[in-house]
Nanobody, 121 residues
Framework: QVQLVESGGGLVQPGGSLRLSCATS????????MGWYRQAPGSQRELVAT???????TYADSVKGRFTISRDNAKDTVYLQLNSLKPEDTAVYYC???????????????WGKGTLVTVFS
């Protein structure tokens, strides 16, 4: 059974930092593109950052230069470093793993349950 477990959320003041972690199990982590999404109250879930199996990264414009995604294939873990946090970064942050099945050509993806980040003055 594939599991993604996020950790590292919490309360932080504007300008502060947090490091989120997403530990995975039950699948070949290194084959998956890993991503972080977030959902603020009353808003839709949005993409924050992704990192492909080869290490290529993408970021939402709103977090470029402030957030950094990384992965450790030896530990089956993906990280999101959040710096210069703003109140509008407040959200539940979700970890995602996806890949295109080489056999069925169907996208396979998994989600964690999320970790709450609250940025308050």
């Amino acid at each position: 059974q594939v599991q993604l477990v996020e950790s590292g959320g919490g309360l932080v003041q504007p300008g502060g930092s947090l490091r989120l972690s997403c530990a995975t199990s039950g699948t070949l982590f290194r084959l998956y593109t890993m991503g972080w999404y977030r959902q603020a109250p009353g808003s839709q879930r949005e993409l924050v950052a992704t990192i492909a199996s080869g290490g290529l990264t993408t970021y939402a414009d709103s977090v470029k230069g402030r957030f950094t995604i990384s992965r450790d294939n030896a530990k089956d873990t993906v990280y999101l470093q959040l710096n210069s946090l703003k109140p509008e970064d407040t959200a539940v942050y979700y970890c995602n793993a996806d890949r295109l099945s080489p056999i069925t050509k169907i996208k396979v993806e998994y989600w964690g349950k999320g970790t709450l980040v609250t940025v308050f003055s």
